[in-house]
């Protein structure tokens, strides 16, 4: 049985196409393959669309300020997006399962253009995707993902944003991207095989990776100033590199368990596999390993750097630094048997 019900406030939302003042939407979906549509323009609008069971779209567009979105979709294959422009405007998307009914192959997409905007979204569910895009000042989107096969891609411009995930669960994809200043990128990930990348470009960013189990991979990107990258993951097989060209900026990678991979490159460099950027000044790189059969490699460009790396607890661990131009500093620790470390230094 399908039940459709909407609910319209009609005087308030002609007013709100007439000039532009306080429109209520709400829109209660039971059933399979229902659409939801609201727009609205003007100040300080609310949207609510409720969609329960499978294949529904929830479509909310937004123009003015103070305005507010929420879709709740439980089920299997929902779509919800969520477009909002102005100032102060918040969205909100939850995707579960109901009563009886999986969660799986749901999709939200929200995008926001102004100042103060929040955007949320959960996921509880497979195969399902969370899409964050923000351009303006003071913005903030998180994202809450459980189960399998889920993919996140945030992307923020501006400065003062702040975007932070959360995924548990298996062979999740995680992509953060920052341009502006003083942004700051935080991923939490529990499971097995989850891959995170985090790009910042600007001022006073930092970015962090903690990764809990096996198979992980981290990627982290920065250029600009005052950058801080932190990578800790425990657990096997896991891999981090960070990439750094800019001024000042700090990398440090920690790992726990076996048969980990850890690569510093501030400057760049590479050269026959590409990469190039050279230059990187005030730039500090730490890695401590514990466990046997770990992997550390450190290289370093411009003047003034620092490189420690520190292996312990194991055997048969590796550890590569190779620093070029001036007043660079390098100190490797390694407790145990079969271990090896190389060090070159040039001006």
Known sequence: M???????????????????????STVTSTGDGNGATVSQSGATNVADVTQNENGNTGNQTQSGTSNEAFIDQTG????????????????????????GVAS????????????????????????EESDQWQF??????????????NYSYQYQSGYRNHAQTYISGDNNYLTQSQGGDENYAYVEQTGNNNFSFQSQSGYQNVTNAYQTQNGHLSDQWQSGSWNNAIARQTGASNSSQQYSYGNSNVADVNQSGTSNYAQQHQGLDLIDGWYYFIGSDGSRADIDQSGEDNDA???????????????????????????????????????????????????
Not at 76 to 99: E, I, K
Not at 136 to 149: M, R, S, V
Not at 310 to 323: D, E, F, K, P, V
């Open 2 to 24: 399908k039940k459709n019900v909407l609910v319209t406030l009609a005087l308030t939302v002609s007013a709100a196409f007439a000039f532009g003042q306080g429109n209520v």
């Open 76 to 99: 299997t294959t929902n779509v919800a997006n969520q477009t909002q422009y102005g100032q102060g405007n918040s969205a909100q998307v939850t995707q579960q399962f109901g009563f």
């Open 104 to 127: 799986t192959s749901n999709d939200a997409f929200q995008y926001q253009s102004g100042t103060d905007n929040n955007a949320l979204a959960l996921h509880y569910g497979e195969s």
């Open 136 to 149: 303006g000042q003071e913005n903030t989107a998180i994202t809450d993902l459980w189960d399998l096969n």
């Open 297 to 347: 490699r450190q290289t370093q460009l411009g003047a003034g750097h620092l490189a420690e790396t520190l292996q312990g607890g194991g055997n048969w661990n590796g550890a590569t630094t190779r620093q070029t131009g001036n007043n660079h500093s390098s100190n490797i620790t390694q407790t145990g048997n079969g271990n090896n470390a190389s060090v070159s230094q040039s001006n």
